[in-house]
């Protein structure tokens, strides 16, 4: 994928939180401060006035702010180890459904192509190294994105109606060759992503549809083809316009 798995922002967010809680704790926790009488020297000549004693200075860390202190380093440890854990992209039903070869040209493919599916008419459009291309990848792994209630088989091409936005995502691998060529069929007006041999199809939730179809529709937008039918389009429009 584009980015580790396991970035700093837990970390980061742990690391300030821990601080929080110290700084509460040191609050919290008995400072005792010692005031040292005065301690007048006596006269040389008169033996009658003992040295005054000076009472030790108590320890500045005591056992209730020691234990504070391993309170906040227990609850630090415990929170990175369940934010690690709720960001981790989970792939146990996608790499079921998708299979193996599929999950690990979304995870590892250097150059990433966007066809055009059923209805669609556009050059391709070349992904590899485009900003947000890591939450494409990660959008289409995790297995929390997917509604799996609504697997079923068949095409994605029979899915959408005639309102259907059909892309078909092309992944591919020639300087590893960890992987052959895989074709993920998409239609996004209603959220389907097939699996590469076209058997199954499965919907996104509701939530990363809209995000998903937005953002390959802008990326689709950077085909070269699309800009020159925009270009003729507006120079017709300006032609007709334009009195004689």
């Known amino acids: 994928m584009s980015r580790p798995l396991f970035g700093l922002r837990p970390f980061r967010s742990v690391f300030l939180f821990s601080v929080f809680l110290f700084s509460i704790a040191s609050k919290l926790s008995p400072m005792p401060t010692t005031v040292n009488p005065p301690n007048p020297s006596p006269p040389a000549d008169d033996l009658s006035m003992p040295p005054m004693s000076v009472p030790p200075a108590e320890p500045a860390i005591t056992g209730c702010g020691i234990l504070l202190g391993l309170g906040v ?38 150059q990433v192509h966007l066809l055009p599916g059923e209805g669609q008419d556009f050059e ?37 109606g005639d309102k259907a936005i059909r892309f078909t995502l092309e992944l591919a691998d020639p300087t590893g060759k960890r992987v052959p060529v895989i074709r993920i069929p998409m239609e996004l007006t209603e959220g389907w992503i097939g699996t590469p041999d076209g058997t199954r199809r499965v919907r996104v939730n509701d939530r990363v549809r809209p995000a998903l179809r937005h953002q390959l529709v802008m990326l689709q937008k950077k085909s070269p083809k699309t800009f020159d039918r925009r270009a003729l389009a507006e120079e017709a429009a300006e032609s007709t316009e334009s009195p004689d």
Request: net charge negative; no cysteine; hydrophobic share 45%.
């Open 124 to 160: 391709p459009v070349e992904l590899t190294g485009t900003p947000g291309l890591g939450h494409l990848r990660r959008a289409l792994l995790d297995e929390r994105h997917y509604q799996w209630d609504t697997l079923q088989s068949g095409t994605v091409g029979a899915a959408g």
């Open 73 to 110: 380093l227990l609850f630090a440890a415990f929170f990175a180890v369940a934010s690690i854990y709720a960001r981790r992209t989970r792939l146990e039903k996608t790499r079921e459904v998708f299979g193996d070869d599929t999950i690990t040209a979304l995870q590892l493919a250097d």
